[in-house]
């Protein structure tokens, strides 16, 4: 399923992680010097604007991305400095339905970036990286009047972290902010692409034997996950939210949503042979909202403007560890969130707090015996509801949340 395209890179490492775990040597202590090649997936977020003399036509922007990565890095004591270039294949746009009057799309991009990082302990690189982007942006102006299709050059900039599963394997969490700028569609009227990117990889790394085994002791390679746990996390979600017409006839309010999410988790596992069962809460902090603009020194921000502030779930979860620190699970229950709605430029105002229903995937990996670190992929769908009965319009909220979670175990 496209909704499972978070996990689908990670399920990979089960094949190899055996060797963290079952090594009569110990755990590795990495050298990052080499080359790498790697797969990842992930979603993206931002607001594509469309500016014509004194007005702007802004949308928010949001979607799926995965590609492929490739690098080469250099270690000089805890300094790793390195090179990687990727690309991607995406579905990222943004776009307005009443009347079909814009949309644009990021069909594909890709970069060529310095990285330099920091190994704080061992295993684990925090980096920072920049360089050249590159990719196809594609907009429809009032229902194919206008078509500008053009590959076009801009910039990113972001951090991440990454952690070395063993010798050849490791496993990283990154956000990128990339910027395409503007470029003209027809004359006088221009189109402004950037957007936020988080994303998940694994990469392969050659010449594993630079890896040097170090002690460990009796029992620091088991992990049990029977046991209450508390943890935070962060990333994005995006989605298409819905505002159809009573009586319409079809009429609808569409917008791409998209945004940060992060928040705190807690739950408790347990463990029976290689099946794990267990029930999570979350509470989230939300900039998730799709939004319509038409910008000018006359005009409020937005004519239609929905925002999903916050939202919190409760979640059975059933997990297989197809090895020892391992887990591969599904997940769904309850979700509950407060939304809001602004239209016609804030004349109708309402917010409310919603109940609805959550379900998704993720992987699970035992950092030590306390500490876990997830992946995670959540569909949330909080349903249709009325909300300007003066006007008879609706609004149908659902979006996708892409994260990385840490966790402490008791």
Known sequence: MKKLLLTAGLVLAASTAHAADTTESGPMAANWNGAYIGVNAGGGFGTFKHPINNLSFDVTAGGFLGGVQAGYNWQFGQLVYGVEADFQGSTVNGYYTQFNFVNTKVDWFGTLRGRIGYTPIDRILIYGTGGLAYGNVKTDIANGLFVS???????TVGAGVEYAIDTNWTFKSEYLYTDFGRSEIVP?????VAFQTVRLGLNYKFDGDTFAPQELAPDASFFDWTGGYVGVNVGGGFGTFKHPVIGGGGTSFDLTAGGFLGGAQAGYNWESGRLVYGVETDLQAS????????????????Y???????????????????LERIMIYGTGGLAYGQIRTDFDYGLYSSSETKAGWTIGAGIEYAINKTWAFKSEYLYTDFGESTIFPDISLKRDIAFHAVRVGLNYKF
Do not use: D, M, Q
Request: proline residues 6%; aromatic residues 12%.
């Open 149 to 155: 299709s053009k590959t076009k050059a801009g910039w």
């Open 304 to 322: 239609v403007n929905t925002r999903v502030n916050w939202f919190g779930t409760l979640r059975a979860r059933i997990g297989y560890a197809p």
């Open 188 to 192: 006088g009227y221009e189109n402004g």
């Open 287 to 302: 900039a998730i909202k799709g939004s319509y603009a038409i910008a000018s020194p006359a005009a409020n921000p937005a």
